[in-house]
């Protein structure tokens, strides 16, 4: 996260504080990307359940004879524990990779075992396809849509300007195609070490360095305008959804039969 750009959480959603006026605040392009579908995630926290409730059968049938209660929170916590295991062990190969990218020479000593493998390829990509990196970890803000985010990398790769995303996840999905259309088609970038505000370099494309235990590639995505009018229209949704359906349904202006509260009742 780039430290030039201060950042708060609020109802579930990251905002990020323009430094200009330290007034005006704007949701953050992974908070606008959450807005999109995900059917799939129900059938994914199910499993999880069932894999916590099958692996861990003992644990929780002795915690369930004792509190009932705190082994139903237990089971239905196992995709949470999960996901900031996940998110740990990614933030953690996101800073060596930033101070390997910048050039910093970081003994194998010094890294976690749990990311050895994927620093061990990260340096692979430095080595073999020799990045230029233009710009790394900043903030990108669009005075035009009202929204903020930190993107990796912008680099050039065999001559183009790419906006590279890393990923540690097993799988790369279609949702970082918007991410990387919202930094592509920001106004301005904000520079971490000064605060000043610099144009976004025109891009020739995007990218995903999806770096696994077991190796790394370089894959590219489509994140042009086409995928930013779809990252607009989720931008409206989560207007809609943080405060725009909040203003929707009014007081009954008229009822009858036994649609008053018990407050209302008494009152009466």
């Known amino acids: 996260m780039a430290a030039g750009v201060s950042t708060l959480q609020r109802g579930g959603s990251r905002w990020y504080v323009n430094p200009d006026d330290g007034r005006i605040k704007v949701p953050g392009v992974t908070s606008i990307v959450g807005m999109a579908p995900k059917d799939f995630l129900q059938f994914w926290n199910a499993k999880l359940v069932a894999e916590a409730a099958v692996e861990h059968r003992d644990t929780v049938l ?13 089971l239905k916590r196992a995709p949470r524990r999960y996901t900031q295991e996940a998110a740990d062990r990614g933030s953690a190969a996101h800073d060596v ?26 340096r692979e990509f430095l080595e073999e396809v020799q990045p230029e990196f233009l710009h790394l970890e900043e903030t990108v803000w669009s005075d ?3 929204y903020a985010g930190s993107f990796d990398a912008i680099a050039k790769v065999e001559g183009e300007a790419v906006g590279i995303d890393w990923k ?84 009954p202006v008229w009822r009858t039969g036994e649609q008053q509260t018990g407050t209302q009742r008494r009152a009466a």
């Open 144 to 146: 035009e849509h009202s």
């Open 97 to 122: 990779f930033e101070r390997l990218a910048r050039g910093e020479d970081i003994k194998d000593r010094h890294v976690h075992m749990d990311i050895k493998p994927h620093v061990r390829w990260f």
């Open 168 to 251: 540690t996840s097993k799988s790369v999905y279609d949702s970082v195609a918007l991410q990387l259309s919202a930094y592509r088609y920001a106004n301005r970038i904000i520079l971490a070490s000064t605060g000043e505000s610099v144009d976004v370099p025109k891009w020739d494309g995007g990218a995903v360095l999806h770096v696994r235990p077991e190796g790394a590639s370089l894959v590219p995505v489509e994140c042009g305008e086409d995928v930013f009018d779809a990252f607009l229209h989720l931008r409206h949704t989560f207007d809609w959804e943080k405060d725009g359906k909040k203003r929707v349904i009014g007081k």
């Open 62 to 74: 002795k915690l369930a004879e004792r509190d009932p209660a705190g082994a139903i929170d237990y």
